[in-house]
């Protein structure tokens, strides 16, 4: 199947040094144990239990430019958190980091490690080009685990789009319950975020994108690593 990612030159408009770093992971074996994301997360959890590190907070550039985002498009950051910060406050709050499955694990590890907002989609429920625009009239919408549920984005609100499908509401806040990674995904995307390039330095985008794939390599059978930012709103078509 041919598939390409987009990012809507409204977006774009509005948040002019946005970029998105994705890892396309084909063959994943998300079905048994990834030993380096669960000695990393035993690590990050004894050294924020030891007081030697502290989750990134709205504080801090990383997040804050994401409320500042949140804002510029409707949404209330306090009461909608962005993604990055739910799950930071979760860590601060519990101790640990929840555990789902691998390629959950992974991204949940780098995006709090990193400060920045990361996810996944399971490529086989996806078979329309995937675009980050303002939603429009007829979107719609199904929350991850709430299949009886649907929702209509508010129109400009930030999503991730496959046509009129939803696949995250508010830029990065929740995905839908169609394109969830199960132990049985073989085919992922994975997502990480960035809005503002001073909060996010290039060389930081990197260096969570190497994790990742650090990560992912040893449990998939190919891996693509591709980025979009103004340079380079669309990507090539890629085959998954």
């Known amino acids: 199947m041919a598939l390409y990612f987009g990012l809507d030159d409204a977006v774009l408009a509005d948040f002019p040094e946005s970029q998105v770093r994705l890892v396309l992971a084909d063959g994943v074996r998300n079905d048994g144990s990834w030993p380096l994301t669960d000695r990393l997360i035993d690590e990050l959890t004894a050294d924020l239990a030891a007081g030697r590190w502290q989750p990134h907070d709205e504080s801090q550039p990383t997040i804050a430019s994401w409320y500042e985002a949140y804002r510029r498009f409707g949404t209330n950051p306090r009461r909608t958190r962005p993604s990055v910060d739910a799950l930071s406050r979760r860590l601060a709050k519990v101790g640990r ?12 590890l780098v995006s709090v490690r990193h400060g920045i907002p990361a996810g996944a989609f399971d490529v086989a429920s996806i078979d329309e080009p995937v675009v980050v625009r303002p939603a429009q009239p007829g979107d719609g919408f199904t929350p991850l685990n709430e299949t009886d549920r649907r929702e209509e984005p508010t129109p400009g609100e930030v999503v991730y789009t496959a046509g009129s499908e939803v696949l995250t509401r508010h830029w990065n806040h929740r995905d839908c319950d169609r394109c969830k990674v199960t132990p049985a995904t073989r085919r992922v995307v ?3 975020e960035r809005v503002s390039a001073s909060a996010v330095p290039d060389e930081a985008m990197t260096a969570a994108q190497d994790l990742l794939v650090e990560l992912v390599t040893p449990h998939a059978e190919r891996i693509t690593v591709l980025a979009l930012s103004a340079d380079l709103p669309r990507t090539e078509t890629v085959s998954v």
């Open 97 to 108: 980091l929840p555990r789902v499955n691998p390629v959950v694990d992974a991204y949940n």
């Open 190 to 192: 994975f997502i990480l």
